[in-house]
């Protein structure tokens, strides 16, 4: 299976561009692979570059879990990292899914210097 990066998922989601969208939606409808790392790039652009608040993010990041064509690595811990970022916004994607990937390894607690980070179960505030 083929795999996409960055440009192409936020392409998908903020569809800003007719001929880049064009090309992303052939790209991936034979099947795409998403990586977390591609996944956290692209919410870190679709908040820094193009504003979006957490719901909208949280709408964005359902959406490619549930796109028909894209294959998202490890889509249990994306999804419990959804949930958890659906709860609790302030606490940012990117470290709810680096807290559930760190919980499905085994490994936690997970420590932070992040107040909000550290309220969430599993986490611990140094």
Known sequence: ??????NVL???V???DARQVAA???FVASGAWVSVIVLVEAVWVLVS???LDSERIAKAV???LNHKD????DPDAVASALARFRK???VGFSDCLALEMARKAGHVPLGTFDRNLGKQDGARHL
């Open 10 to 12: 936020v392409r998908l």
């Open 24 to 26: 992303a939606e052939a």
């Open 70 to 73: 894209l294959t998202i690595q």
């Open 62 to 64: 359902d959406m490619l």
């Open 49 to 51: 570059v193009y504003g």
């Open 14 to 16: 903020a569809r800003d």
């Open 1 to 6: 299976m083929r795999a996409v990066d960055t």
């Open 88 to 90: 609790a916004p302030s």
